[in-house]
């Protein structure tokens, strides 16, 4: 299948997702109608709901989805590592870090959007922190090891403030927010958070050629004129912004990053640059799906978007890993 038909066929994949998840529920309506709520105004709730609840949480999941499934493409092609996931910078477990400590102070009590704005100030650390923990080195190894330790840190500090926790409630709320969810989301998360998402993905979508060079190697990009300092640069940035903005709302959606590029990654040929926005469409319809499921499974129960996230992505990793064993 060429490019263009991979791209449309997963460009119609999200819009039918996105329009399932605006019509899946547990109000007892028909699509056509929860679909005319959008539009018409009938004095009844459905509009309320259709327009500040259902419509607020599809735009998330394609804005989370997406980022997370375009950064996961731009790491494995800048560390030439099928391995690597947006998480490997620290961004993300800065973020948790930062919306765990809202929660744990009580900020959360002060303003609305207290724990996404923490969240997504703890992100905005710990970029500053890779790249001043990295330093101007030429290689990718500092940005690794950097984004280890910070990973490291946030994660001892994180389990710290759960441990000493005075308040069983604020540990409870700690820990569902860990496990990830689009529910009970507003425009004003929307709002908060979407402009760092796109701008992020915008600025990975530009790195598609210098990546596709790099699979060649540091000296012959280089030689074909890429500036790897600025590359690592755009890239970091690009990945801080969009899972730093992504984490801020969703809390933890792990596998996406990582699972995404890998499925898509043959009918691609491989090609970053045609990766990219195939992973972003790929991740925006993968969670989708996975957050109309969470509302089929256990309706009741408020099953968490994270935690199914890691019941599929795993095992589904651990299958790409089967059989790729025998590949040289």
Same mark, same amino acid.
């Given at each position: 299948? =060429? ?13 039918? #997702? !996105? ?6 529920? @547990?109000?007892d309506?028909? &699509?056509?109608? =929860? ?19 259902? #419509? ?9 989805g %997406?980022?997370?499934? *375009?950064?996961?493409?731009a ?5 030439? /590592? ?14 948790? #870090? ?12 002060? !303003?609305a959007?207290? *724990? ?15 790249? !001043?923990?990295?330093?101007?080195? =030429? ?11 910070l =990973?490291?840190? %946030? ?7 759960? /441990?000493?926790? &005075? /308040? ?8 569902f ?9 507003s !425009? ?6 979407? &402009?760092?998402?796109? *701008? ?13 060079? #790099? ?23 690009g990945v ?37 926005p ?8 993968? @969670? ?19 935690v ?6 795993? &095992?589904?990793?651990?299958?790409l ?8």
């Open positions: 299948m =060429s490019h263009g038909r991979i791209m449309l066929a997963l460009s119609a994949v999200v819009a039918l #997702l !996105f329009a399932g998840s605006l019509v899946t529920g @547990v109000a309506v028909s &699509p056509w109608e =929860s679909l005319r709520a959008l539009v018409i105004d009938d004095g009844t709730p459905l509009p309320l709901v259709m327009r500040e609840i259902r #419509l607020p949480r599809a735009i998330l999941g394609v804005l989370v %997406a980022s997370l499934g *375009l950064s996961g493409a790491m494995q092609g800048l560390l030439r /590592n099928p391995l690597a996931e947006p998480g490997l910078i620290g961004v993300s477990g800065m973020g948790a #870090l930062g919306a765990v400590l809202s929660i744990q102070t009580g900020l959360v009590g002060a !303003f959007l207290a *724990l996404p704005t923490a969240a997504l100030a703890g992100a905005c650390l710990g970029a500053v922190l890779v790249f !001043f923990l990295a330093g101007r080195g =030429s290689g990718t190894l500092p940005l690794i090891l950097a984004g280890v330790a =990973s490291s840190l %946030a994660g001892a500090l994180t389990s710290l403030a759960l /441990n000493l926790s &005075p /308040n069983p409630f604020a540990a409870s709320e700690i820990v927010w860990m496990m990830g969810s689009l529910a009970d989301r !425009f004003e998360h929307v709002a908060m958070a979407a &402009p760092l998402m796109l *701008l992020g993905c915008a600025a990975l979508l530009t790195t598609g050629r210098s990546l596709e060079a #790099l699979t060649l190697g540091e000296d012959a990009a280089a030689s074909m004129g890429v500036d790897l300092r600025r590359l690592r640069l755009v890239l970091v940035g801080a912004a969009a899972v730093g903005a992504a984490t801020a709302v969703a809390g933890a959606v792990g596998f996406v990053g990582l699972v995404v590029p890998h499925l898509l990654r043959g009918a691609v040929g491989g090609r970053p640059a045609r990766l990219l195939a992973s972003a469409l790929g991740g925006a319809a993968l @969670v989708l799906a996975a957050d109309i499921a969470v509302r089929l499974i256990l309706p009741g129960r408020d099953l968490k978007l994270g199914l996230m890691a019941l599929i992505g795993a &095992p589904v990793f651990l299958h890993i089967w059989r790729m064993r025998g590949e040289p």
